[in-house]
């Protein structure tokens, strides 16, 4: 079995799953991103947790449980998110019993990178789960529309060069005499 918390590079569509085991007033700091006056990270303590180089804000989500508790949070992994439902159903009621605080991590927040997610406390690992595959038909297409062989662009023929162009030219060199005109009596 290949191990859970590798994500190979690029996007493999994933979604790991912790529980997170702080107290609701100390979730807000958990999550605060701290920076110096270059605007260079120097604290996230989520990011630390994960024990990741890198993890991009944007595709993670902390949210307590409760928050999704009517809609069940088996459901929101594979209805919200896309993930397969093989792949969650086995946990389904784990997930759906869960308390406390959440945290989803999607394999884009490491931006294509290959990363071993190494968590720690406050965090603990439940599980990770891939993306239903995509099915594409394997039977060819039967329609009158599909058959024969496409050679080019059926349509008009591109019209002709316009006659603008010459009128352009003519504009631009009335305009021009005009200006050297104009110059001349504001010189003389």
């Known amino acids: 079995m290949s191990d859970p918390l590798h994500s190979p590079p690029g996007h493999h569509r994933r979604i790991w799953v912790f529980s997170v085991d702080l107290p609701e007033d100390e979730i807000p700091a958990f999550n605060r991103e701290s920076y110096n006056e270059d605007g260079d990270m120097t604290n996230w303590p989520l990011k630390d947790a994960l024990g990741v180089p890198f993890l991009d804000h944007d595709f993670i989500e902390l949210f307590n449980a409760s928050d999704i508790k009517e809609y ?101 060199a009335a305009f021009l005499l005009v200006l050297a005109i104009a110059a001349w009596l504001l010189v003389f």
């Open 72 to 172: 069940g949070l088996s459901r929101y992994l594979t209805d919200a998110n896309g993930m397969a439902e093989k792949e969650v159903a086995p946990d389904a009621e784990k997930l759906d019993a869960l308390k406390g605080h959440i945290l989803l991590v999607l394999s884009e927040a490491f931006d294509e990178r290959e990363v071993r997610l190494n968590p720690k406390p406050p965090l603990n690992f439940l599980g990770v789960y891939k993306q239903e595959p995509m099915s594409m038909p394997t039977e060819p297409l039967r329609s009158e529309s599909a058959k024969g062989i496409l050679t080019g662009t059926p349509g008009k023929t591109p019209p002709p060069p316009e006659k603008s162009g010459l009128i352009s030219k003519l504009l631009v």
